[in-house]
């Protein structure tokens, strides 16, 4: 079913704080409407959650970010995020 991600060997404080150093490379409003996302969907059906999800999708299709990500991605050069 695929429930279980990873499992922790080390410390579960610095594979947080790994994870949120990865998280930290994305685009900042991506992160933000995935906590969004994460944290409203918890209390929802599963078709309210999709809903939401495909909701922040439009959302997130129509951000500066979106655009600077594929541009850096097609020169091959790392992105620079605004948050926009």
């Keep these: 079913m695929g ?7 080390a410390s579960v404080a610095d594979d947080a704080l790994d994870l949120a150093v990865a ?10 409407y995935l906590k969004e996302a994460v944290n409203s969907g918890m209390d929802m059906t599963i078709k309210q959650g999709m809903g939401l999800e495909a909701d ?14 594929i541009r850096s991605f097609l ?3 790392d992105p620079n995020y605004i948050g926009e």
């Design 3 to 9: 429930l279980v991600q990873y499992v922790s060997t």
């Design 23 to 32: 998280i930290s490379k994305y685009a900042p409003i991506a992160a933000k």
């Design 56 to 69: 922040l999708s439009v959302i997130l299709q129509s951000t500066a970010d979106r655009s600077e990500g």
């Design 75 to 77: 020169i091959k050069r």
